[in-house]
């Protein structure tokens, strides 16, 4: 079993929608990480969050420290939100372990 | 926000031969970096972690005499392959910290060996 692990893998959504990204860890964490991959590879961190919640734009991200699970949402989601979008769990050291990531396609 | 410059972001090699990528902090002081590497349809996977100033710590399987660390100032650090060989063709990613806030990834390397 994988220490981080995320669901979906793959999502297609229609523009407009309302998207949920799910991510469970099994290890004890300093901070979730919330990153995005583009096609290309270049990786952009959405969030670092240790408690409650973030909102940044349309892009909201949730943690649950008993439950040891956080969500990412997307809002009014749109094709340019197509990537790949991995959580990763930040332990001691600032060493992260990530999730295999959820493809996200949102068509127009 | 903090940049993370990393470079080349593609890089064809012949194999035997040896590579080197950059991976630089551009407006901050970075205490620790990180290298990853990532295969086709895999998740990210730790290499190594490197402190300014000390060696490298290595992850289990990452042999430290073929992906040479170097992270010599607060701004810099570099993953030399050496002798590459075709299975070493993956993308290489840096991130870099400040301890204070959070990892920032550079843009990638795209190696191919042939």
């Known amino acids: 079993k994988n220490e981080v692990e995320q669901s979906p893998q793959n999502l297609t959504a229609q523009e407009g929608e309302f998207i949920t990204i799910n991510c469970s860890y099994s290890?004890?964490?300093?901070?979730l990480h919330w990153l995005q991959q583009h096609p290309g590879g270049g990786i952009v961190s959405l969030f670092m969050l240790s408690s409650g919640k973030k909102k940044h734009g349309r892009l909201i991200a949730t943690i649950n420290i008993q439950e040891k699970h956080s969500s990412l949402h997307i809002t009014a989601s749109h094709p340019r939100d197509s990537a790949v979008y991995i959580c990763?769990?930040?332990?001691?050291?600032?060493?992260?372990?990530f999730g295999e990531g959820t493809q996200l396609t949102v068509n127009p | 926000g903090a940049v993370v410059s990393q470079h080349p972001s593609r890089v064809i090699c012949k194999s035997g031969t040896s590579v080197k990528i950059e991976c630089r902090s551009l407006d901050f002081q970075a205490t620790t970096m990180f290298w990853y590497r990532q295969f086709p349809k895999q998740s990210l996977m730790l290499m190594a972690t490197s402190n300014e100033g000390s060696k490298a710590t290595y992850e289990q399987g990452v042999e430290k005499d073929k992906f040479l660390i170097n992270h010599a100032s607060l701004t810099l650090s570099t993953l030399t392959v050496t002798s590459a060989h075709p299975e070493d063709s993956s993308f290489y990613i840096c991130?870099?910290?400040?301890?204070?806030?959070?990892?920032?990834f550079g843009q990638g390397t795209r190696l191919t060996v042939v």
């Open positions: 290890v004890g964490i300093s901070a």
């Open positions: 991130s870099a910290t400040d301890r204070l806030t959070e990892a920032f």
């Open positions: 990763a769990a930040e332990t001691s050291g600032s060493r992260l372990t």
